[in-house]
C-alpha cells in the first residue's frame, strides 16, 4: 500500500510504501475508502451505515460497513465522509 504524506508546508512528500500486516483493519478500510474530511453536504453524521451507540456517559458513533467495537479508536466523526456514504432513509 502507497500513502503520500503532505508536510507542513502543504508539499507532497515522496510516497511511503508501508507493508499491509502493519495496518489495522480499521485503517485500512480509511484509506481504501478514502476516509477523508467532508467538503460538501454529505458526511458521516447524515449516513445511512452510521449507528449512535449509547454509553454510560457519552454517546459513540460508529459506522455499520467497519464495524462495532468498545473502543474509541474505531468512532468515526460526524465532519468526516468516505466513499460508502449512502443518504440515511426517512423514519
Known sequence: MT??????????DDPVI????HLS??????I??????????NNCGNCGNGELLEGNTKNYRKCKRIGFSSSTATDVS???????????EPK
Open 3 to 12: 500513502i503520500t504524506q503532505i508536510n507542513l508546508f502543504s508539499e507532497k
Open 18 to 21: 508501508m507493508p499491509d500486516h
Open 25 to 30: 483493519l480499521y485503517q485500512k478500510f480509511k
Open 32 to 41: 481504501r475508502n478514502r476516509y477523508r474530511k467532508r467538503t460538501g453536504k
Open 78 to 88: 460526524r465532519n468526516y465522509v468516505c466513499d460508502l456514504h449512502k443518504p440515511q
